[in-house]
């Protein structure tokens, strides 16, 4: 099993920038592929990105393509996400998640974080 917990969350004006970050611990955190997740009010939870375990290939949303990126750090069992151009639209709960698909898209995460808020204001 492995347990995860994001962080790095916030309010930030639309156009700036926020790193996230998912500290992994329990079973081999390399072993696993990883995934950011989004929730926002009244919608459903999506894709965000999401990366295998050996850090190829990637997935990104088209929504955040060109405006987002995934990385890992198998060393200090994190993975990151990198978030440039906010938009108000990208105001979400951000989730992590271990232990799913990547491609064509993201799915069946067994692990799952509690999540952070990021308010991108206009």
């Known amino acids: 099993q492995v347990q995860v917990v994001e962080s790095g969350g916030g309010l930030v004006q639309a156009g700036g920038s926020v790193r996230l970050s998912c500290a992994a611990s329990?079973?081999?955190?390399?072993?696993?592929?990883m995934g950011w997740f989004r929730q926002a009010p009244g919608k459903e939870r999506e894709p965000v990105a999401a990366?295998?375990?050996?850090?190829?290939?990637?997935y990104y949303a088209d929504s955040v393509k060109g405006r987002f990126t995934i990385s890992r750090d198998n060393a200090k069992n994190t993975v990151y996400l990198q978030m440039n151009s906010l938009k108000p639209e990208d105001t979400a709960v951000y989730y992590c998640?271990?232990?799913?698909?990547?491609?064509?898209?993201?799915?069946?995460?067994?692990?799952w974080g509690q999540g952070t808020q990021v308010t991108v204001s206009s």
């Open positions: 990366i295998h375990w050996s850090g190829s290939p990637t």
């Open positions: 329990g079973r081999t955190f390399s072993d696993y592929n």
């Open positions: 998640a271990a232990g799913g698909y990547v491609l064509p898209f993201p799915r069946n995460y067994r692990y």
